[in-house]
């Protein structure tokens, strides 16, 4: 599934313009489909996943 820009944002909790800024950077792929107003810019799910996992620190385990 591709998410968009707000969609993405709303996953890792912050604003879109910080995904624009991750994905001009080079943080973040994505897929830009031009259109004749303007660009559209789509990320795959299983990459913003991708994402999420390199760059999640684990909670330590607080059982026992």
């Given at each position: ?10 996953r890792l909790n912050v604003h879109p313009e910080t995904i624009r ?32 996992d390199q760059n999640t620190i ?7």
């Amino acid at each position: 599934m591709m998410l968009t820009t707000p969609q993405a944002a709303e996953r890792l909790n912050v604003h879109p313009e910080t995904i624009r800024r991750m994905i001009k950077n080079g943080t973040l792929s994505a897929v830009v489909f031009n259109n004749a107003s303007r660009a559209r810019i789509r990320i795959d799910e299983l990459e913003l996943q991708r994402f999420i996992d390199q760059n999640t620190i684990p909670r330590p385990d607080r059982t026992g």
